[in-house]
């Protein structure tokens, strides 16, 4: 599937939509008050963190599975640092399938706990996600299982399109920026194929600890980083997905690096002043603006999007 200077994407992404519709929720997009944070622009916050799981994740995942037709009760396997697992297992439980799934050690209690109340098997291994994504790789082959990838799968793109969709829908018009983060691609690349036809500029964003995606633009193809961080269990991809790079080569006008301790500041903002509870990754977009890596018009048109909320609620009781 061709998602670089297609005439179709949008149909192919309006597609996925109505498919999916059923099985998800269309989030909120919020508009900020003029001067919140401090921040002189028209700013709107897509907030995927009241996606079913806590994440945008499903919109690709229920897309892969419903493209695939899968028998009931097929047994379904994933690696993850926990919001694609989560998303994996809600999915799966939905319709009638089952799901192995793979994570490292730095995947938080809390979304181990909501891996196992999804009714998933949950395998923890290796200190990152890619030592989980080759655990679960020699696991589907012994047994001849589908293994679905976090982020480097063109089903997954065309459902994290999906948002790109809902943002025109609410906003009646094209905003002038998006940003999200970055991690492996998929969320980032699926707004780039939405508006690669439009005027609309899109960024990514990611720490300087979990930079596959920066790193990958840096050396022109797909490269393994090392990753660490307060944002590894989302954003820790070794290496960012292959189908994705080239979406974002082409269509993302550039990707941010930020600080763990920005990133932390930006996560305890988000709940101080609106009462959002979301995860590193989901704060890290917001970063990018607040310290001025990203650079606003006054007269811009900015939505950020909220990918994820399955944090440490001890978090906000320090």
Not at 156 to 176: F, K, N, R, V, W
Request: net charge negative; glycine share 6%; aromatic share 8%.
């Amino acid at each position: 599937m061709n998602l670089i200077d297609s005439n179709s994407v949008h149909n192919d992404i309006t597609a996925c939509f109505n498919s999916i519709s059923p099985l998800i929720r269309k989030t909120p997009l919020f508009k900020l008050p003029r001067n919140e944070f401090n921040l002189d622009c028209e700013l709107y916050l897509k907030l995927e963190n009241f996606q079913h799981t806590g994440s945008y994740k499903p919109r690709g995942i229920f897309n892969k599975f419903l493209t695939e037709q899968l028998p009931t009760g097929t047994k379904i396997v994933a690696a993850s640092g926990g919001n694609h697992g989560i998303a994996v297992s809600y999915a799966a439980r939905a319709l009638d399938l089952t799901a192995e799934i793979f994570v490292p050690e730095v995947t938080s209690n809390k979304k181990i706990t909501l891996l196992e109340q999804y009714g998933a098997n949950v395998n923890i291994i290796g200190k990152v996600y890619g030592d989980a994504l080759e655990a679960s790789y020699q696991y589907s082959q012994e047994n001849n299982l589908l293994n679905l990838h976090a982020f480097d799968d063109p089903m997954l793109i065309l459902g994290q399109g999906t948002i790109g969709l809902e943002i025109d829908a609410d906003l009646q018009s094209e905003p002038d920026a998006v940003l999200a983060a970055s991690g492996g691609g998929s969320l980032l690349s699926g707004l780039a194929a939405w508006y690669q036809n439009s005027n609309t500029r899109v960024y990514g964003a990611e720490p300087f600890t979990a930079n596959a995606v920066s790193e990958a633009l840096k050396f022109g193809e797909p490269v393994d980083v090392s990753v660490s961080g307060v944002a590894a269990d989302a954003l820790g991809a070794r290496q960012m997905g292959k189908c994705n790079f080239p979406i974002i080569q082409k269509y993302v006008e550039n990707v941010f690096l930020v600080s763990d301790d920005d990133i932390i500041s930006t996560q305890k903002l988000l709940w101080e002043k609106l009462r959002l509870v979301v995860e590193p990754a989901a704060a890290v977009a917001l970063t990018a603006i607040l310290t001025k890596k990203y650079q606003y018009r006054k007269d811009e048109k900015i939505v950020i999007v909220i990918c994820g909320a399955n944090t440490d609620l001890n978090f906000y009781e320090q």
